[in-house]
């Protein structure tokens, strides 16, 4: 369909007029929430765009029996309206089987953690004041105390986030200085964190030596000159080489530091505080192993396996820390207090020997039994909904899955567990996952072989019940738009 100019004309006049838009019913639940200005500017929003279209020549719609123009501002401004009286920023229900999901919010954060969140949060605090003295105390003392008991170190400092505590770390020691890495350690971590660009940040040179599977001593020895500063080691993460791999293991480097009188510096990714419970974390070094090991700083994540709130922590040597806490930098990368009552609470549960009620600590010990059971249990309620709604034929089934802890930890170790699976003959697996996520709360679930996959090991206290109507409006919208066409 072509547009011709008077076609276009009397299109842009058929567009109704702003205030019988404002006074329709069907904008009288907005006006509540937003205001009516808020609803003006919106609705004026989605007639420019209309606008926009119908000059552009794009068909606004296809003739129908009522006027279609009419139809068109009404589903625009609706969606428009829908999206924005709500944040954008929500819960969602975690069905993947990833239990350290970054673009879900990472760590679920633990009861204790939470209350402590709202005890200081809403009030006036300790952030930085010291009732004993009566005058100036430091953020960073609520917590240094509890990571040394945890790992041993003789001084700890918390940042922003890791990728801060790596960029700080360096630059209190570093700058204008030659670092030392392994080939084979320069990683790319969640498509933002890369090794060589941080380096390149803190004002440090890079020294890269070794190949991608092999590094040895010499290599770094052969790379030291009056200008190095730190022979860093990263954790590779969320990558494995398989096959003929050598790496410089942690006491050789730690020695040759020693002795030339360098830092050896280490980037753990995600800090395991405790032993985790399942057999593959035995070849994970601790925070405490990896300082015992003879590492100077240490720098890990609060919100990976430790399963605490979004921090970067740098434990380790008393006197390099003492340079990262005298840093501007540091101003900059400052942890608010929100994140420090969550973390130090979360703490304190591993203090305390609680950590499994830690939510991720929790997940990835699941026992096989208890997913098992979840699974069934959520596999015969979707299977009263799918026949109670009369959709069609549905294939629901208790399968078993591959779960995974992620966070760029454990790449190649998968826990096994157990999910639902659901085929329909009527849609596809991705209409049904998107009807899913359509959810005012969004199940988030994975798909399959032609499969929606829902993973229990990730499911939350509450999800059940959230996945049952999610699973109810989504397939009678799927029903309804099958049904349109
Ligand atoms: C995850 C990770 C980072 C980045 O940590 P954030 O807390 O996401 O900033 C840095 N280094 C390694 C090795 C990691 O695994």
């Not at 009397?10 to 639940?29: G, V």
């Not at 944040?87 to 975690?94: A, E, F, G, I, Q």
């Not at 790449?411 to 659901?422: A, M, Q």
Request: aromatic share 4%.
């Amino acid at each position: 369909m072509s547009i011709t100019g008077s076609d276009t004309n009397a299109l842009l006049r058929s567009i109704p007029a702003m205030e019988d838009l404002l006074n329709a019913p069907w904008a009288a639940p907005f006006t509540g929430p937003l205001g009516r200005e808020t609803v003006k500017k919106i609705i004026a929003e989605a007639l420019d765009e209309i606008r926009r279209e119908i000059s552009g020549g794009v068909p606004a719609g296809e003739p129908a029996d009522c006027s279609p123009i009419d139809e068109l501002v009404i589903s625009r401004a609706t969606t428009l309206l829908r999206l924005k009286s709500s944040s954008t920023l929500k819960p969602v229900v975690n069905a993947t089987g990833v239990v350290i999901h970054t673009n879900l919010g990472r760590a679920p954060l633990a009861a204790e953690a939470l209350a402590a969140v709202n005890a200081i949060a809403g009030t006036y605090s300790t952030l930085e004041y010291d009732p004993a003295k009566g005058g100036r105390g430091g953020r960073n003392a609520h917590v240094e105390w509890s990571l040394c008991r945890m790992t041993g170190a003789e001084a700890a400092l918390v940042v922003n986030n890791n990728a801060a505590a790596v960029l700080l770390a360096l630059s209190a020691t570093a700058t204008g200085r030659e670092v030392i890495v392994s080939a084979g350690e320069l990683v790319e971590i969640g498509d933002s964190f890369r090794i060589p660009e941080i380096l390149s940040f803190s004002g440090a040179k890079m020294t890269a030596v070794g190949c991608t599977n092999s590094t040895r001593i010499k290599d770094y020895c052969g790379a030291i000159t009056e200008d190095t500063a730190v022979l860093l080691k990263v954790h590779p993460s969320n990558y494995r080489i398989e096959g003929f791999v050598k790496s410089t293991s942690r006491e050789e480097l730690a020695e040759l530091a020693a002795e030339r009188g360098l830092v050896f510096m280490e980037d753990l990714g995600s800090g395991l505080l405790g032993p985790l419970g399942v057999s593959f974390a035995k070849n994970e070094h601790s925070v405490r192993e990896c300082l015992l090991g003879g590492s100077n700083i240490v720098t890990f994540s609060g919100d990976k396996l430790l399963g605490g709130p979004q921090i970067g922590v740098i434990a380790g040597s008393k006197k390099l820390i003492d340079k990262m806490k005298a840093h501007q930098l540091l101003r900059a990368l400052r942890v608010d207090k929100m994140t420090l009552a969550a973390f130090d609470a979360t703490l304190r549960l591993y203090l305390s020997g609680r950590q499994n009620t830690i939510p991720v600590i929790g997940m990835i010990e699941l026992d096989k039994s208890v997913l098992l059971e979840g699974a069934r249990r959520l596999c015969r309620m979707l299977k009263r909904i799918a026949a109670d709604l009369d959709a069609g034929d549905f294939d629901i089934l208790v399968v078993e899955t591959e779960d995974a802890i992620g966070g760029g930890s454990f790449p190649t170790d998968l826990l096994s567990g157990f999910g639902v699976g659901i085929r329909s003959n009527s849609f596809t697996a991705e209409t049904l996952a998107a009807g899913l996520r359509a959810a005012p709360i969004p199940v988030i679930p994975a798909i399959h072989e032609d499969r929606v996959i829902l993973h229990v090991r990730t499911l939350l206290k509450g999800d059940e019940k959230l996945i049952a109507s999610a699973f109810s409006s989504a397939i009678t919208a799927a029903t309804l738009s099958r049904e349109a066409d």
